[in-house]
T-cell receptor, first 115, second 114 residues
Framework: AQSVAQPEDQVNVAEGNPLTVKCTYS??????LFWYVQYPNRGLQFLLK??????LVKGSYGFEAEFNKSQTSFHLKKPSALVSDSALYFC?????????????FGQGTTLQVKP | DGGITQSPKYLFRKEGQNVTLSCEQN?????MYWYRQDPGQGLRLIYY???????QKGDIAEGYSVSREKKESFPLTVTSAQKNPTAFYLC?????????????FGPGTRLTVL
């Protein structure tokens, strides 16, 4: 079965420090991986995706993610956190062998950036 | 959120009532999706549609129904058969179902059963 795990319910960092939000996945075949961010009572905003190619993917708002096939991970990173980065972050995977287009989401990680 | 609108933003339902959530997109996307979000559970797929007049059940379709009479519209009806409908509902669309294309989300509707 395809699955995504975000092992941390909450991540706390100080403003200006680097941040990492972790994601691991389990799919058959090569995965398509996505990161979204959600602010309170809002829809999800797309940050970045990995389909193929360079393992380091750059996205919106200075975020990047590193695809690691051997560790089945796709961690989200940012070199210097901002208070405005505080939000709920979702990792998602699409099984490329499926024809449904369905995204499988992790349970989400709340990022708190303190001044 | 741009290009996908959902209404209403907040919806209150009495037990036994059916309610319909609206989703409209002006992105000319072929595929549309409905997800349900509950705290600590991520998002789960309710229904999806690739083309007009065609849709398929997702993982948690029981108690829900949809229609796709127009490319830009994909309304979701929460019926009285849905035992625990209180949740945040998100509509999404993408260019083509099953491709590498990104799904873009609307702002959501929060449904509360009184």
């Amino acid at each position: 079965a395809q699955s995504v795990a975000q092992p941390e319910d909450q991540v706390n960092v100080a403003e200006g420090n680097p941040l990492t939000v972790k994601c691991t996945y389990s799919v058959s075949g090569n995965p398509y991986l996505f990161w979204y961010v959600q602010y309170p009572n809002r829809g999800l905003q797309f940050l970045l995706k990995y389909i193929t190619g360079d393992n380091l993917v750059k996205g919106s708002y200075g975020f990047e993610a590193e695809f690691n096939k051997s560790q089945t991970s796709f961690h989200l990173k940012k070199p210097s956190a901002l208070v405005s980065d505080s939000a709920l972050y979702f990792c998602a995977v699409r099984d490329p062998t499926s024809n449904t287009g369905k995204l499988i989401f992790g349970q989400g990680t709340t990022l708190q950036v303190k001044p | 959120d741009g290009g996908i609108t959902q209404s209403p933003k907040y919806l209150f339902r009495k037990e036994g009532q059916n309610v319909t959530l609206s989703c409209e997109q002006n992105l000319n996307h072929d595929a549309m999706y409905w997800y349900r979000q509950d705290p600590g559970q991520g998002l789960r797929l309710i229904y999806y549609s690739q083309i007009v007049n065609d849709f398929q059940k997702g993982d948690i379709a029981e108690g829900y129904s949809v229609s796709r009479e127009k490319k830009e519209s994909f309304p979701l009806t929460v019926t009285s058969a849905q035992k625990n409908p209180t949740a945040f509902y998100l509509c999404a669309s993408s260019i083509v179902r099953g491709s590498t294309d990104t799904q873009y989300f609307g702002p959501g509707t929060r449904l509360t059963v009184l």
